[in-house]
C-alpha cells in the first residue's frame, strides 16, 4: 500500500468510487463481442491478455482472431455505455504520447 496519507472524506469518497467500479465490471452485459472486450479490458487492463483469452475462448471478429488493432479500436471507439466511458478515459490517459522534447537539434 503507497504511503500517501489522505483524509479521511478522501478515503471514503474513493472507496465509493471503487464500489461504483466493481459494480459496473460484475454486473456488465456481455451479449455483443464488442462488450466482451470492453469487460476483459476492464478485467485485465492488458490488450495482450484479451487477445490470448479469445484464442483460449476461441473469439473471432467474423471469422478472424481478434487482434490489437481491433481491441483498441473498441477500447478507443464510440461510447457505449458507463463502463466503456470510465475504460476509454483510462486508456487514452495511459497511451497518451510522451510530452518529453527529444529534439536535439536546437
Known sequence: ???K???LDKAIKEVERLKTYIELIEEYETDTLEKWVIKQYALT?????II????????TNSDLPLD???????????????????LRQGYRQKIKP?????NIYK
Do not use: C, F, Q, W
Not at 487492463?45 to 491478455?49: A, E, G, M, P, R
Open 45 to 49: 487492463n492488458s490488450i495482450k491478455k
Open 98 to 102: 510522451n510530452k518529453r522534447n527529444y
Open 1 to 3: 500500500m503507497p504511503n
Open 52 to 59: 490470448e483469452i479469445a484464442e483460449v475462448e476461441g473469439m
Open 5 to 7: 496519507l489522505i483524509t
Open 68 to 86: 490489437r488493432k481491433y481491441i483498441s479500436g473498441v477500447i478507443n471507439g464510440k461510447v457505449m455505455d458507463e463502463l466503456h466511458r470510465v
